[in-house]
């Protein structure tokens, strides 16, 4: 069955359980799963377990803690995604759900009031064979509310306290009438759990360079710092028979090998030094695959993957609002008007992407037509703070006319600088208070994107502004973003089904105000936290699609970031060594977690590799 995020088709759940203990939680739907459910749906339950899975890390890795601001943990090692190989947390989210999640270190979940309580199941163990025990859960929470990122310190304001009064239950209080307490379940149910036993001779405020103890099916085997990690399958995995668990980490051994130059990371996957991958250049995608023998001998495969999750924005221009020069709504619109998606995309991404238009883009919480009612009542409050056009339709991104940017955009970028006090003198863009000239440092996350904006960067040189684009190594990246040391910067925004932490870490004026809070571009403006609020207190379809709607057209139409692309899927190559399930499509690719070693196409494929001489 495909579960599509269609929040337009029901009632929002409502927040409290009626003091019931149940099997799970969900903030939009019921619960898809009965409580004596055998499996997921979207798993094989007899995949066979064995071989080993080689698979592409990004850049670097420098730390095993990931709660931390400081720091890049290793993939594999997630405190809130996936993966998070080698814990486990008190929920597991069903990826045919939008917003379900299941009992996997809890065998229940009660709500009462302001009150969320979690019984463990008492066959839980950390590696080293000690129970996990309510005091662990605890500690979790208490080590991320004091050490913990600002994201995360965030995201648990609303939780006063978490207590054990049982080894087997754990218990978190809430702010009374919490705001975002229909949520918070979701994100205390994702949280990787972290043995008190183990930490308490070692300081968790602190990167740390030794993997830690963990209890979920995997640990850590060989690895070297910043390059290359594996995970060695736990046999005897106290959670390997959960209904949340069968059928999924297959492989004896999963690889990350580590590599920060993309076009090494390509030649790594068409050598067969890594089994499956992500392409993340749509050029390459477009045109260095399809012609390799082992493509065209069936032996290594590429495929477009959709997804149900809200596509967002992928890579979004954002501008540091912090800089008086952004703070200007026209020259805001001015750098917008001077950005030809498509001609961009159709020369560097061979027409890959979508224009992108909306922050919730493929899903019922993007802003269509105009505004209705409920909207306007929204939105009304804050009108002579807003611009004109978030009262009207929807945003759509304007097409050039010809390649590039024409004569028709120029003119009207200079003629928004202008009237912002910006005037173009010998072929330079200067103040005309002050006679600053304008130049913009684009820091980016890869060499790949800094090629994406060369004809951007072209551009605004035809308009007298000096740019310039470098890609740092990603710590550096991460403390540039976390610091506001930037100009402009690229994100992605993927919002969730259940989104309102999201957009409080995001686009609030109190994170905006945070030390290394997830506000880089630095938005503060009473309409949207106004209109964040609504989301997260929303409890109706009708409310909770009017809020996003509405905040949709607010962050769009002021320009505080570029909206360039949103995809329409995920670039997935691989070689034909594995089994697979079949399911519609899910939430997040899934070949860590449900595909499996086939020994006879494996040995097919190694066939194939010494037949084509590769």
Known sequence: MRWVASVALALLAPWSHGGE???????????????DFPHFRYVNPSAPKGGVLRTPGFDNYDSFNPILDRGVPPAGISFLGFPKF?????????????????????????????????????????????????????????????????????????????????????VFHLQPDAPDAATVPLFLGRMAIFPEHYWRERDISRTVTTPPLGSGPY??????????????????????????????????????????????????????????????????????YDKLPAVQAGLLKKELVPLTQPAGLWWAIIWNLRQP?????????????????????????????????????????????????????????????????????????????????????????????????????????????TGEAFHIDFVVISTGLVRT?????????????????????????????????????????????????????????????????????????????????HVIKARTKDDFLAATRALDRVLIWSHYFLPRFSSPGYRLVHWDRFGRPEHEPLQRIAYLDTWWWDPEKSAKVDEGIKRLGL
């Open 453 to 533: 904006l060369q004809p951007y960067l072209a551009t605004l040189e035809r308009v007298g502004i000096t740019a310039t684009a470098r890609a740092p190594e990603l710590s550096h990246w991460f403390h540039r973003m976390r610091t506001r040391k930037f100009d402009a910067a690229q994100r992605s925004f993927e919002p969730a089904h259940a989104p309102g932490l999201q957009l409080r870490n995001w686009f609030a004026s109190a994170s905006a105000d945070m030390e290394y809070g997830g506000n880089w571009g630095g938005i503060r403006h009473a309409g949207v936290d106004s209109l964040i609020d």
């Open 219 to 288: 640990r850590v085997g060989r690895f070297t710092s910043g390059r290359r990690i594996e995970y060695d399958r736990v046999p005897d995995y106290w959670g390997r028979d959960l209904p949340v668990n069968r059928g999924r980490y297959n492989f004896d051994t999963i690889v990350f090998d580590y590599f920060r130059d993309e076009h090494v990371r390509r030649e790594a996957k068409a050598a067969g030094v890594v089994d499956v991958g992500l392409e993340s250049v749509a050029k390459n995608w477009a045109t260095q």
């Open 86 to 170: 080698i814990y486990d947390s008190l929920l597991e989210p069903a990826i045919d759900e939008p917003a379900s999640q299941y009992g996997r270190l809890a065998r229940t979940v009660r709500i009462e009031g302001d009150i969320i309580e979690f019984e463990l199941r008492p066959e839980a163990r950390w590696h080293d064979g000690e129970p996990i025990t309510a005091a662990d859960v605890a500690f979790t929470f208490n080590a991320v509310r004091e050490h913990g990122s600002v994201e995360l310190k965030s995201s648990l304001a609303s939780v006063v306290a978490a207590e054990a009064p049982t080894p087997r239950t754990v």
């Open 325 to 433: 020069r952004f703070q200007d709504l026209r020259v805001r619109q001015a750098l917008a008007r001077l950005y030809d998606f498509a001609y961009i995309n159709d020369t560097l991404s061979y027409g890959f992407y979508l224009p992108g238009r909306s922050v919730f883009q493929n899903s019922p919480m993007a802003a269509v037509g105009l505004p209705n009612e409920r909207e306007l009542e929204l939105l009304t409050p804050f009108r002579a703070e807003l611009p004109p056009e978030v009262f009207g339709e929807a945003f759509q991104p304007r097409r050039n006319d010809g390649p590039g940017p024409n004569r028709n955009a120029i003119a009207d970028a200079l003629a928004l600088f202008r009237a912002a006090g910006w005037q173009l003198e010998d072929g330079s863009l200067r103040s005309a208070a």
């Open 21 to 35: 203990a149940t099997h799970g939680y969900s903030y939009i739907y019921g619960l898809a799963y009965p409580p």
